[in-house]
Every structure is written in C-alpha cells, then in structure tokens.
C-alpha cells in the first residue's frame, strides 16, 4: 500500500494547508457574497474530555471556519463504543458531505464505518484503526515506532542510571484494545524484552485519563518499593503517576516519559520543559491532513486521496522541548 510520508504538523504541512484553505472559495463567487452550497462535515470525535481530542476539536474547528461553505458538526461519544455507533448512525440518516471518525475501539466502529461508506459518504478515519479497511482515507502515526523510541529512551535512561541496563518499569497502559495502547506497548516492550534486567513490574490500566492514572499509581507504589521509570502511554496518564508519586514523597525516584507531545501550557512539552516528564513523543493531531483531504475531497469531484497518510512523529526531552513548545503550540487553542 502506497503511504505519503509527511512533516510533523504545524510545520510545512500546517503551511500548505494553510494556503490550500485560502484557495477553496467557490470560484466566481464575489467576495461578501453568500457561498452557492452549504457543505456539512460531520466529526464523531471519541472523548472530548481527554486534552488531545479537545485539542483536535479546536484545531479543525479553527481550520474549517475560514470556509463560508462549510458547516462542521462535532459529536462526543464520552468513550463510550455504543454512544459513538448511534451517534455515527444518526450521521449517516442526517447525510452529511464528509465523515470523520475518531473510533473510541476499533471493534465496535468497523461496522458502522463500513455503513456509512456504502451510503457514499466520505469517510476519513482519525489515528485509530478499525478491523476491516471502511474508509476513505485513514490519517494517523505510527504507534509502534513510537513504542520502539520510548522503549529506547528508557533503557538509555536506566542505562545512565545504573551503568547498565537494569531497573524496573511501569507501563501505565491507555484503554484496552484501542490501536495506540496496543502498539504503544508492543513497540517499547519489543525493546525492553531484549534486556534481561529491566523488568515490567506492574502494567496498570487508565483508560488514557489522568484522575484514573493517578490512582492507579498510588496503587503501584504501595507494592513497588523501587520504580525507576513510568511508561505513559499517553500525557495525561504521565502526569497521573507524577503527581501519586509526589504525593507519597516519591516522584524524585524515578523519571516519567509520555505520548502525544502537545503544545501550549496544559500539553506534555510544557511538562517536559517543567521537569516533569523526562521526554514525550508527538503524536501529531491529524486533523490538519484531515481538513486538507476534506475540502480536496467536497472542492474537487477528481480528487482521490491515497488510503492512507503516515504523519512524522518526533521526541522531545529537555534538550530540544523550548523549540518544539514553539512548533507544536497552536495560538489561541490550548
């Protein structure tokens, strides 16, 4: 299958979004003039509540409103599989131009996507993967490479740390059998199994939620005495164990590596730039390829998008986090 390598966002691809958006008025419309058709982007989004998707939700809504031609409407399923089918469900009666999907599981959204596909309507799938191929394009990173850097990352840690490669590792895992908690954790753990001496002491689940990672890690360091690193598999859950850990007087013991790497003064850069997180892995947003696939897809009857589109992610610690708060914070949004 033919994959479009492509920049982290908010550099060359945010560019030529931007000036691609600046180019899709209707042609021959006056400027002031009302648009000659209406478009509807429907968006079924998995979770507002979690800070990467609030952030994707303000990013496309930031991206789309500079169309006067387009109406983008925004569901959350509240990470609830069947919330999110009805709600794809109540979509594909309304008819919408364009369907985006963030699949809260990838079981439960296959079907549904599979339906809404067969009622012609676009579908673009957002960075989690469903069983069966039902979209028309998937945008999204690659979780088991990112895995993989975290696992390094680690073992240089307990490398410098102890001489060696040694110590004793918390994965602290996001919702059971969603994409990224499942390859997240293969990636790291496909490095981390080679050494011996580094052990996964306990691998608690969180569902991707920082209140929940934090109890789940006041758990952990009850029956743990020593704890040399925590693996979040998202942000949130990063800064969940930090803050049990330094409740108990024990956060300065081990470091903490994250995923998702947004910008601004609530994302996981500002806490690698705190001290916090010893380093995070950029998932990129993908709402920006999305948008760009979108308006190609309802502007240009010739256009046919690749199936799928692999965004670059990238690790930030301390020594390049100043740079990246600054390519990866998006005014106005976080």
Known sequence: MKRAKLLPVLGGTALSLALFLSSCAPAGV???????????????????????RAAQNAFLTKLLAAQPDLK???????QDNSKQVAQVETFIRQKPDLLIVAPNERAALTAVMGQAMEAKIPVICLERDI??????????????AIGRLAGQFIVDQLTKKYGK???????MRGLLGVEGEINRDRGAREILDRYPEIKIVADPVADWIQAK????????????????????HNDPMAIGAYLAAKELGREKEMSFVGVDGLGGTAGGIRK????????????P?????????????????????EKEYLLQSVMVTAANAASMYETYSIPGML
């Open 165 to 171: 490669p040694r110590g004793n590792v918390v994965a």
């Open 72 to 78: 983008l409407v925004i569901s959350d399923a509240q």
């Open 213 to 232: 990672a934090k109890d789940r890690m006041t758990e952990v360091l009850r029956a743990q005495p020593r704890i040399d690193v925590v693996y979040g």
């Open 30 to 52: 006056p400027t002031g003039d009302p648009p000659k058709r209406q478009f509807v982007v429907a968006f079924s989004q998995a979770n507002n509540a979690e800070p990467y």
């Open 131 to 144: 069983l069966q191929p039902n979209y028309t394009s998937y945008v999204h990173s690659d979780n088991v």
């Open 285 to 305: 947003l993908c709402v920006d390829k999305a948008a760009e696939i979108a308006l190609r897809l309802l502007h240009d009857p010739g256009f046919r998008p």
């Open 272 to 283: 690698v730039l705190d001290g916090i997180l010893a380093a995070t892995f950029v998932y």
